[in-house]
């Protein structure tokens, strides 16, 4: 009975870590190739490509984070009692960055149409300077200042998740290193050019990407020797 639960649970992760990997990899393509730009004078002419464009890419963000439950399935106990939280932080990361392009896939486009030049300052560093200058968006009150709210978990979910696969060695460091690194970009992707918004999401899609992969060569079955009489 152990063992054939062993079996199935294995197969559970391989299977988990085995869907992440194609659509972690296809992360920064994504945002190099169908994003578009961030003005309102280039989401215009392809505003409902612009909507598609963000609907593929919540989806692949919201299958990468499969790697994120196999890394937790394959390892939780070198992880130690922290592991849950880790694995919570992470995925509610992964999680509210895949809402915050859906968000952005449906209001965008309407910004961009309604106040070209409201939109354009809205997705910019001046943020706060549009948000001083507009009643409109004063009128959404704190509600406006989730999206913030989600990138900083994207930030502390990652750097956490990171810090501890770096400290318990369970992968090769690069891993770790590439998680840190692509939570803090995409965490404050606003206040980068796009290419370096398209680094954060390499760094992100290779590290579930190499994390999952190692996982499913790790749960390959071995075949078992014949004995020879």
């Given at each position: 009975?152990?063992?054939?639960?062993?079996?199935?649970?294995?197969?559970?992760?391989?299977?988990?870590?085995?869907?992440?990997?194609?659509?972690?990899?296809?992360?920064?393509?994504?945002?190099?190739?169908?994003?578009?730009?961030?003005?309102?004078?280039?989401?215009?002419?392809?505003?409902?490509?612009?909507?598609?464009?963000?609907?593929?890419?919540?989806?692949?963000?919201?299958?990468?984070?499969f790697g994120l439950i196999a890394i937790y399935l394959r390892y939780h106990e070198r992880m130690g009692r922290i592991a849950p939280l880790s694995l919570i932080l992470a995925l509610l990361g992964q999680l509210s960055y895949a809402g915050l392009l859906f968000?952005?896939?449906?209001?965008?486009?309407?910004?961009?149409?309604?106040?070209?030049?409201?939109?354009?300052?809205?997705?910019?560093?001046?943020?706060?300077?549009?948000?001083?200058?507009?009643?409109?968006?004063?009128?959404?009150?704190?509600?406006?200042?989730?999206?913030?709210?989600?990138?900083?978990?994207?930030?502390?979910?990652?750097?956490?998740?990171?810090?501890?696969?770096?400290?318990?060695?369970?992968?090769?460091?690069?891993?770790?290193?590439?998680?840190?690194?692509?939570?803090?970009?995409?965490?404050?992707?606003?206040?980068?050019?796009?290419?370096?918004?398209?680094?954060?999401?390499?760094?992100?899609?290779?590290?579930?990407?190499?994390?999952?992969?190692?996982?499913?060569?790790?749960?390959?079955?071995?075949?078992?020797?014949?004995?020879?009489?």
């Open positions: 009975m152990n063992t054939t639960f062993s079996t199935s649970f294995t197969r559970l992760t391989r299977a988990l870590a085995a869907i992440s990997i194609i659509p972690a990899l296809f992360l920064p393509f994504y945002e190099a190739f169908l994003h578009g730009g961030r003005r309102a004078m280039e989401i215009n002419p392809r505003a409902a490509a612009y909507m598609g464009a963000h609907m593929i890419g919540a989806y692949c963000t919201i299958l990468a984070g968000i952005d896939g449906f209001l965008n486009p309407l910004f961009a149409h309604f106040d070209p030049a409201l939109q354009t300052q809205f997705h910019s560093p001046d943020f706060f300077q549009a948000v001083a200058q507009s009643p409109l968006l004063q009128s959404f009150g704190i509600a406006l200042y989730t999206p913030f709210l989600m990138s900083l978990l994207l930030i502390v979910g990652y750097g956490f998740l990171g810090i501890l696969l770096l400290l318990k060695r369970i992968f090769p460091w690069p891993i770790g290193a590439l998680f840190l690194v692509g939570g803090v970009i995409l965490g404050i992707d606003l206040m980068v050019p796009m290419w370096v918004e398209t680094a954060g999401y390499a760094a992100e899609g290779l590290a579930i990407a190499w994390s999952a992969v190692l996982i499913w060569r790790e749960g390959k079955p071995v075949a078992r020797a014949r004995s020879v009489a």
